[in-house]
């Protein structure tokens, strides 16, 4: 099970964290992922993180500006987004799979989405 969570409305230039608890028997060693998916547009891969946390994935658009990490447990994702723009309005959901990749099809199990809002 995905739970993903910390979405909310932010002005442009603030910033946000949001967390993806994976939980449940036999979630365990998965690389963790977030996608966004605006109205209207394609779902859009955002970040990843290898299960050990030594690898890290980001796409192009939020390089420099998001960060992803694990809790020491390994079992928590956190997506930090800073200097926000009001490009990053979506639908943000996590995702889990082997090894980090930026491609959705990839990736076994997903949770809901949470939404992020930038307003200038």
């Known amino acids: 099970q995905l739970q993903a969570s910390g979405g909310g409305s932010v002005q442009v230039g603030g910033s946000l964290r949001l967390s993806c608890v994976i939980s449940?028997?036999?979630?365990?060693?998965?690389?963790l992922g977030w996608f966004r998916q605006a109205t209207g547009k394609e779902r859009e891969f955002v970040a990843a993180?290898?299960?050990?946390?030594?690898?890290?994935l980001l796409g192009p658009s939020v390089q420099g500006r998001f960060t992803i990490s694990l809790d020491s447990a390994g079992n928590t994702a956190f997506l930090q987004m800073d200097s926000l723009k009001p490009e990053d309005t979506a639908v943000y959901y996590c995702?889990?799979?082997?090894?980090?990749?930026?491609?959705?099809?990839?990736?076994?199990?997903w949770g809901q989405g949470t939404q992020v809002t930038v307003s200038s």
């Open positions: 993180i290898s299960w050990t946390g030594g690898t890290t």
């Open positions: 995702a889990a799979t082997y090894v980090p990749v930026r491609t959705a099809l990839s990736y076994k199990y």
């Open positions: 449940g028997r036999g979630y365990t060693n998965y690389a």
